[in-house]
């Protein structure tokens, strides 16, 4: 039967493997990460924990199907041990690359490399705990501008204003390019942070952009039967500490540092709301303000790592744009040579950065297997490289490859760590720490019952 190689173990690239797998093929799952879930492991709120334990159960099972194979700590790339050209020298007879979208957007403001100047999906790794964001320092003060408007601007602020340990945060304070008609969060995730919604300056802040809400026909007044229900819920809330608020109409424009290489102030422009083709969209102006603040956090979306060695175009990883058949929006397509690259697909954010969640990744990848199970149906089938000649290979090249019973037994190490710690759960923030985990338990699975418990927690 064919083997299909899926890179990236998100939610896309492991649906994608199961509906290969369960087509009867063999599967090859090379992963940059340790554990497979990406976005479903690192990007959930920690305190999630139903929903991410039910994700893990429905990855399990994929997992579990025979003739997928795991290769975790594998990273692929022009800059990594493993490239695609290498990975074609092993003659899948189709790749799948679901690696999601592991760039990010830059502002390029005059600035921007001050300390304490991050991006959201960094910040985010940072406190779910993947390495190597997980041992980095991001490091926050007590006055934080997030930059951006939708859910994940929510999770960081609920992290910043309650669960985060060190909880240094005073005031956070959301910048938005456009008005608050235009905030893109869900009403529900919302409620986990509007307590801290200062009331009395948000009402000020609708006031001071009253006039240009106006412009647009929008009216200020109704507000609370939008975005923010809030106001007609908890009309008289008192503002709690630490407490959050909002600037509308406001774009960063520079960072200042102090003395200490820290960010101190940020610039900001103010924007006019005008009507373009029936779409509200937020026009810059010479008319600035400036912010003091400590910490600047950008959350405006994600894009492509052009050094993964696909196609790399304007809007990232170029595809095929015949629009004659859906399934082409899966096809790699080199414009230098005019040509689809031969077996070679995307999927998930791979293909389309920051759109949806799960769910939405979990279609497109069965939609991207789906074609390629019928693509391999009219091409002659390759000789592939067995997998015990894959590992050998990697392994020759230094590679530390985590199979899917060391995932068994890595969370069993976790488990017990949390049990030692008394938290309901825990992980490792190296992948050394990792790596020795498993080892440690690989060595004590033989040993005597009674000597594994006093192996284990030494």
């Given at each position: ?44 709120y ?11 159960k429905q ?21 990594s041990?493993?490239?695609?050209s ?12 679901a ?9 390029s403001l005059?600035?921007?490399n ?43 602020a609920?992290?910043?204003l ?10 956070i ?14 009403k ?12 009395k ?23 609370s ?54 779409r509200?969209?937020?026009?810059s ?22 050094c ?5 175009g ?107 710690r008394?938290?309901d ?24 019952v ?9």
């Open positions: 039967m064919p083997t299909v190689f899926v890179i990236g173990a998100g939610p896309a690239g492991l649906f994608t493997a199961q509906k290969l797998a369960l087509a009867g093929h063999q599967v090859v799952i090379f992963n940059r990460d340790i554990k497979p879930g990406g976005l479903a492991e690192y990007g959930i920690p305190l999630k924990d139903k929903m991410k334990n039910g994700l893990r990855f399990a099972k994929v997992l579990a199907l025979p003739n997928i194979h795991y290769l975790g700590h594998v990273p692929v790339g022009e800059n041990i493993m490239s695609i290498e990975l074609r020298e092993f003659c899948p007879s189709a790749m799948v690359f690696v999601g979208a592991q760039a990010t957007k830059q502002l005059p600035g921007e001050a300390d304490g100047v991050y991006s959201a999906k960094d910040f985010v790794y940072h406190y779910n705990r993947l390495p190597p964001f997980a041992g980095q320092d991001f490091s926050v003060g007590k006055r934080i501008a997030i930059v951006g408007m939708g859910n994940v601007m929510v999770d960081i609920r992290w910043l309650r669960d985060d340990p060190a909880h240094t945060a005073e005031e304070i959301v910048i938005a390019r456009r008005g608050p008609f235009e905030a893109k969060f869900d529900k995730e919302f409620a986990n942070i509007q307590m801290y919604l200062d009331r300056a948000f009402r000020n802040e609708l006031r001071r952009i009253e006039s240009q809400t106006a412009t647009v026909g929008q009216d200020i007044m109704k507000i039967e939008e975005t923010f229900s809030c106001l007609v819920k908890y009309p008289d809330q008192p503002s709690a500490s630490p407490r959050l608020t909002f600037r509308f109409l406001s774009s960063p424009f520079a960072i200042l540092q102090g003395g200490n290489n820290r960010i101190a102030r940020l610039i900001l422009t103010d924007n006019l709301l005008v009507n373009r083709s029936g509200v969209a937020a026009e102006t010479n008319k600035t303000a400036e912010l003091d603040v400590d910490t600047m956090i950008f959350a405006i979306g994600d894009q492509h790592d052009p993964l060695g696909l196609p790399f304007p809007d990232g990883y170029v595809t095929n744009a015949d629009t004659t058949y859906p399934s082409a929006k899966h096809e790699v397509f080199d414009p230098a040579t005019k040509e689809v690259l031969e077996n070679t697909y995307v999927a998930g954010w791979a293909r389309k950065p920051s759109e949806g969640l799960v769910g939405i990744a979990r279609h497109d990848g069965e939609s991207c297997a789906a074609h390629v199970l019928q693509s391999l149906e009219s091409r002659e089938e390759r000789s592939t490289a067995s997998i015990d000649e894959i590992k050998r290979t990697l392994e020759g090249q230094g590679i530390q490859i985590v199979s899917k019973s060391d995932l068994v037994n890595l969370q069993a190490a976790e488990e017990r760590e949390a049990v030692l008394n938290i759960s825990y992980k490792f923030c190296h992948d050394d720490a990792m790596l020795s985990a498993i080892e440690r338990e690989k060595s004590t699975s033989n040993l005597p009674a000597l594994q418990s006093a192996v284990l927690v030494s």
